[in-house]
């Protein structure tokens, strides 16, 4: 039997897209990828990133947050890098370790940004299920789409 793959998330904090990321595919693609997640910082467990994805089925509840430090000595395939500052930040990794940048929506900002006009919790969850979704529908693609040219 072939090795699974080594892919790291990245983001800025590990608190939310990068640990969604990491539930899909852990849920997903268990079979294919021996998956990770870290930070260029570590923000904490983001609570409501681990309620959207309970509601599908997913519990990341038992996830930490983890610098990319923690991974210095770990070979990876890939590292896919989810939010514009952890891909401008991104450490040097070898070069048979593929970098890709697939940017989602951060989804405390966009939350925050519709509780200042006034929304209701519920729709401030919106936010982080669309994100979700996002995510699963792009694991649901992998590895073939992160190693196509």
Not at 59 to 88: W, Y
Not at 94 to 106: A, E, L, M, N
Request: hydrophobic share 35%.
């Amino acid at each position: 039997m072939k090795e699974k793959l080594k892919i790291l998330f990245l983001c800025t904090g590990n608190s939310c897209r990068s640990q969604m990321a990491e539930g899909w595919v852990k849920k997903l693609k268990d079979d294919l990828i021996d998956v990770y997640s870290a930070g260029v910082e570590t923000h904490g467990l983001n609570p409501d990133a681990v309620k959207v994805m309970a509601e599908a089925g997913v519990d990341i509840s038992n996830h930490r947050s983890k610098l990319i430090d923690e991974f210095k000595d770990t070979e990876l395939d890939a590292v896919i890098t989810v939010c514009g500052h952890a891909h401008e930040t991104c450490p040097y990794f070898p070069p048979r370790c593929k970098v890709i940048h697939v940017g989602f929506d951060d989804p405390p900002k966009l939350a925050e940004e519709i509780a200042k006009q006034g929304e209701s919790k519920e729709k401030q969850l919106d936010c982080f299920r669309k994100v979700r979704d996002e995510i699963k529908a792009f694991v649901e693609k992998m590895p073939q789409n992160i190693f196509e040219e």
